[in-house]
């Protein structure tokens, strides 16, 4: 049972409809209209729009650049894949070795590439911050994925790497509670 009001879950999708969802879909645009996989994965591995990306800015410079050639190293194989399980599987077995990456690196790495490639996630990947927002759902799982059917209704209307974000959303407003106020006024100035 979730220890959220249907009230508050829904602020919180309205509010990642509206302040997260146009970034993430610009970010996917972006990938996608690269002109090859060899500079999508490039991208992906290293840089988003010429900034260093949320979880590789933890990682050393050279397990970044060690990762970004082993994956250009591997372009025949990620053209492959077919479905995004199967690239994300395929991109950890390639950086998860490097010392300095996890399992969240390989995760955004692979949805940056999925998106050049049109393979977008159909589950919702729970990670540190995403399970614990699954929590205050009352969602309690060990597994590495939830079905999108699991979460509630006003998730629902969310695609799957996007309700992940919106778990994520959660863990930072139970972890950081002077970010609530802002995040629930976001966008309404």
Given at each position: ?189
């Amino acid at each position: 049972m979730s220890v959220l009001s249907e009230a508050v879950m829904q602020s919180v999708v309205k509010n990642y409809v509206e302040n997260n969802r146009p970034k993430v879909k610009a970010e996917n645009a972006w990938y996608a209209s690269l002109p090859t996989l060899e500079s999508a994965v490039r991208a992906a591995a290293a840089t988003s729009d010429g900034k260093a990306s949320k979880s590789p800015r933890r990682s050393p410079a050279e397990s970044l650049k060690l990762a970004e050639e082993k994956l250009v190293g591997q372009l025949d194989q990620l053209q492959s894949y077919k479905t995004f399980d199967a690239l994300l599987e395929g991109i950890e077995r390639a950086v998860l070795p490097i010392p300095g990456l996890n399992d969240v690196y390989a995760y955004d790495t692979a949805r940056r590439i999925g998106a050049y490639l049109n393979i977008m996630p159909k589950h919702v990947y729970l990670f540190t911050s995403t399970r614990t927002g699954a929590k205050q759902l009352g969602i309690v799982s060990k597994k590495r994925l939830l079905l999108c059917t699991s979460l509630p209704a006003a998730f629902q209307e969310l695609e799957p790497y996007e309700a992940e974000d919106a778990l994520s959303n959660l863990k930072k407003l139970i972890t950081e509670p002077a970010a609530t106020s802002s995040y629930f006024t976001q966008g309404r100035e």
